[in-house]
């Protein structure tokens, strides 16, 4: 009934005008521990605007939509299919066939904190000293290079441009260094981390868009959206997994046409 798609919201534009006259449908949006997220959304995917859920409640109701500009009511039968979303949390796809009656359907969002992470590794937290770094990532070693991009990735938002930095010199360090499968691990796992550390980024974004310190998130929207895109194309060129990165770009991707 539900796929996770690891990501933040893209801000859609929000229309308040409800549909009626169908048969009614609620979304009840809450997190891990079934407390109401009140800053949700809820998009049915062939539509270009999201609705609000009830702040204290985390519930939307609706009884039918705009779709292509046109009036679709909800009849048993209809079948839906919405994202919902929040920031600090994976977005979950939905599908549903409308009953008769009693149309509630709760939805769960897992928070986005470390996300793909523990597949890239298990990393020890570190110092973030430059004597520390230079100790803990020796000159010509790209595996301790990129051991350190995944534990400063897996600390936060805050230490992205960190992770991003070591990312790429893990790369480079693996261009000259690294041959065969061991290249492909671990170019894979730093176009991971790449794309891991501006999805943070965008959901810091989008925290302080909704806690009005911030009026737009396009810029990093756009970068995760890159990043995404970046792991995927390496990802099916090296046969690797592309199942992260794929719902990583179509989170963040303003069209659909370059994750699919």
Request: net charge negative; hydrophobic share 45%.
């Amino acid at each position: 009934m539900f796929a996770l798609l690891a990501s933040l919201a893209a801000a859609a534009p929000i229309d308040p005008t409800p549909v009626d006259g169908g048969v009614p449908l609620v979304v009840r949006v809450v997190d891990e521990h079934g407390h109401p997220v009140g800053t949700a959304t809820v998009r049915h995917l062939q539509e270009r605007v999201s609705h609000p859920v009830n702040a204290r409640t985390g519930r939307w109701r609706g009884e039918g939509l705009y779709i292509d500009e046109q009036v679709v009511r909800f009849v048993p039968g209809t079948v839906v299919q919405f994202d919902v979303r929040a920031p600090g949390h994976l977005t979950t796809r939905m599908s549903y066939a409308v009953h008769a009656h009693r149309n509630v359907v709760t939805v769960a969002l897992p928070a986005f904190d470390g996300v793909g992470v523990d597949a890239l590794a298990e990393a020890e937290p570190v110092s973030l000293t430059p004597a520390a770094l230079i100790s803990t990532a020796t000159a010509e070693d790209a595996s301790s290079a990129a051991d350190l991009a995944i534990s400063l990735v897996a600390m936060g938002p805050d230490h992205a441009d960190d992770a991003l930095a070591w990312a790429t010199e893990a790369m480079l360090r693996a261009q000259r260094t690294l041959s065969g499968p061991e290249f492909v691990e671990v170019m894979d796992r730093m176009y991971a981390v790449k794309a891991l550390a501006a999805a943070s980024e965008w959901q810091l974004a989008e925290v302080e868009r909704i806690t009005g310190r911030r009026t737009d998130t396009t810029d990093p929207r756009r970068a995760a959206a890159t990043a995404a895109a970046d792991w995927l194309d390496y990802a099916r060129a090296a046969g690797t997994s592309a199942d992260l990165a794929q719902t990583l770009c179509a989170s963040a991707s303003e069209t659909l046409s370059r994750c699919l």
